[in-house]
């Protein structure tokens, strides 16, 4: 591309970080907790936090030991559950199949949302602002879950893989927050791309997705979150047990080995563990992609928001 879509780049990429100093100053500031705010925050993390505690304590039991004291500390402590789970809920081809399940919907999905709210972060319809009202109200609607089993046994999309995939690949989650963040782009990136010949699909993946990945690992973390921890779409689409992934392996798991606490406990820290990894490697993109594109989300499509304004300015 010439060197005035470089340039611009450029200056988004300088407004961009000079965004992101202001979001961490403000962190920073926020995080100058009064006592009442601590004493809130400690109440807080400790009614989330036991639960795991005590979830993972169970898991290095053993059942014996359990049965003898079940809140105190293991004694001893072991390894054996976790070697016992994972060989008795078949937890390798199910991990695989949930990485499957959770990956490609993500991926598909986030793809699709750029590319329709783009042009409709752009007005580039005549009632833009009428279809997002739509795709935002049917976020509320409630899944028919029955219609969608009778559709994907008449397609032939039921008790298989690639009709599972097609079924939780055209979710619209995301998009209403990505029409917020494409306004902050300036449309001088549009306008430059244009005038040098660059085609739509080459601005998209290579300009606009770039700019978004605040916004896109953000959801890419939601989308993994909600797909791994999926449960009453497997129960109902998937009868092989060679597709199940790892919340219908846990749950079949749960009711075969109903007394054996601690090997459920571990059963359960195995079909967590992806999760918290998740989220420890894309944390930083979660905070500033929830600052970033939030704000700007209720705007108006007609209407840039003031940080775009400024920037095109």
């Not at 739509?200 to 993994?224: D, E, N, S, V």
């Not at 979660?286 to 705007?299: F, K, M, N, P, Y």
Request: proline share 6%.
């Amino acid at each position: 591309m010439s060197t005035q879509t470089a340039g611009l780049r450029r200056e988004s990429t300088t407004t961009v970080e000079v965004q992101r100093a202001a979001r961490r100053r403000g962190l920073r500031r926020g995080l100058q907790l009064s006592g009442v705010q601590l004493f809130c925050f400690v109440v807080a993390a400790g009614l989330f936090a036991l639960p795991l505690v005590y979830l993972l304590l169970q898991s290095f039991k053993t059942y014996p030991s359990f049965l003898k004291d079940p809140t105190g500390l293991p004694h001893p402590w072991t390894l054996s559950n976790f070697g016992s789970a994972w060989t008795q809920g078949d937890f390798a081809l199910e991990m695989l199949n949930s990485l499957l399940y959770a990956v490609v919907p993500d991926v598909v999905t986030l793809i699709l949302g750029v590319f329709l709210a783009f042009p409709i972060s752009r007005g580039w319809f005549k009632h833009s602002n009428a279809l997002y009202a739509f795709f935002v109200f049917s976020g509320f609607l409630p899944a028919g879950l029955i219609p969608l089993f009778v559709e994907a046994q008449k397609l032939g999309l039921y008790d298989n893989r690639v009709g599972y995939l097609i079924l939780t690949s055209l979710s619209g989650a995301g998009f209403f927050f990505f029409v917020g963040y494409i306004k902050t782009i300036p449309r001088e990136l549009d306008e430059a791309a244009a005038m040098d010949g660059c085609g739509y699909f080459r601005f998209i993946f290579r300009i606009i997705i770039p700019q978004m990945k605040p916004a896109l690992a953000t959801f890419a973390i939601f989308g993994f979150v909600a797909s791994w921890n999926n449960l009453i779409l497997p129960l109902v689409m998937l009868n092989d047990s060679s597709l199940w992934p790892v919340t219908r392996g846990l749950y079949g798991f749960f009711g075969e080995h109903t007394s054996q606490w601690p090997l459920i406990a571990a059963a359960t820290v195995i079909v967590a563990a992806p999760i918290l990894v998740v989220f420890v490697v894309l944390q930083r993109y979660l905070v500033e992609g929830v600052a970033g594109g939030a704000a700007t989300g209720s705007a108006g499509v007609g209407n840039a928001p003031p940080a775009a304004v400024a920037a095109e300015e």
